[in-house]
Each structure stands twice: as C-alpha cells, then as structure tokens.
C-alpha cells in the first residue's frame, strides 16, 4: 500500500526525463543553482524532488553509465522521507543513495552517508563521484588514517561517506 502510494511521483519523475535528457552538460550541471535558488524562494525539497531526481538520474546515465530504475527512484523517495528502505544485495543501494543525498545536500548543511567500514566509505564515494561532482557539488570519503586536518576538510563537502566511528 505505502509502495503504491510512490507511483505518482515516480511517473511525475519519469516525464522529466526526456526534458533533462535535452540538456547539455553545462546545462545539467546549472541545475544545482536553479534548486539552491528554489530553496531559498520559498520552495521546499518535495517541491523540486522530481525534477531533482530526473537530474540525478540523466547524471548516473551520462557520466556512470547507469540509469536508475524506478525502484531505485522509489528506494530514494523513501530515503529523502527519511525513512528505511531495505534494498538486496545487487538491487542498487549505492546508486540509490545519490538520489537522497544530493536533494539533502542542496541544503547547503552538508549530508553524511553511514557505512559499514572504511572500505565501503572510499569506494561509494569515488564510484558516485562524477554523479555528484558534475552537478558541482563535493564529496570526499572519512577514512581512519586521515589527519584531523584532512578530516575537517572532508566535513567540508557536500557529500559525506565515513563509518558511524567516524
């Protein structure tokens, strides 16, 4: 019931996409500045999600070679909800994730992604990192040899990836 309850806002998401598809690079990457402007005019995250996810979306496409499903779009509506959405092993977490991490981050606070280890922190956030770095936003990975100095820079970003130690 609550899974179907997301359809309309996947189709919304889905009838985007060929106008995001049209958009140069440049244009796409705009795209950030257009939301961080929306946000302070007044709009809130629910209000720009569906053009944020299509933007996401034509992101992964573009420079990872991975389109995100409309389950995925789903797993990241739930996230951006802030509620838990249980994904099998392959279904796509990772790239589920960017969805809800770059809507938050458009916030301008900053969005930490929890992971299980080091290992997983570092590989997530370079694998993702054209999605993000190409709508001009910044990542970085906490790792546990990192020097204080290095770790304030890495709080810096946009997007964050650590373990909850971290």
């Given amino acids: 019931r609550k899974i179907k309850q997301l359809y309309p806002l996947v189709e919304k998401i889905n009838s985007l996409e060929q106008s995001i598809l049209e958009l140069s690079n440049a244009e796409l990457s705009l795209k950030t500045n257009y939301f961080k402007e929306k946000l302070k005019n007044g709009s809130t995250l629910e209000d720009i999600l569906p053009e944020a996810f299509a933007v996401v979306r034509e992101s992964g496409r573009r420079f990872l070679g991975q389109r995100h499903y409309d389950v995925q779009l789903m797993g990241g509506i739930i996230l951006s909800q802030g509620k838990i959405a249980e ?80």
């Fill in 87 to 166: 994904m099998k092993t392959g279904e796509g977490k990772t790239l589920t994730a960017t969805l809800a991490l770059y809507l938050n981050a458009l916030l301008g606070k900053g969005v930490h992604l929890v992971t299980a280890n080091d290992y997983l922190a570092k590989r997530d956030s370079q694998w993702m990192s054209p999605i993000y770095t190409n709508l001009g936003m910044t990542i970085s990975a906490l790792q546990n040899e990192m020097y204080d100095s290095e770790k304030k820079r890495a709080y810096q970003c946009d997007i964050l990836h650590g373990t909850s130690s971290e």
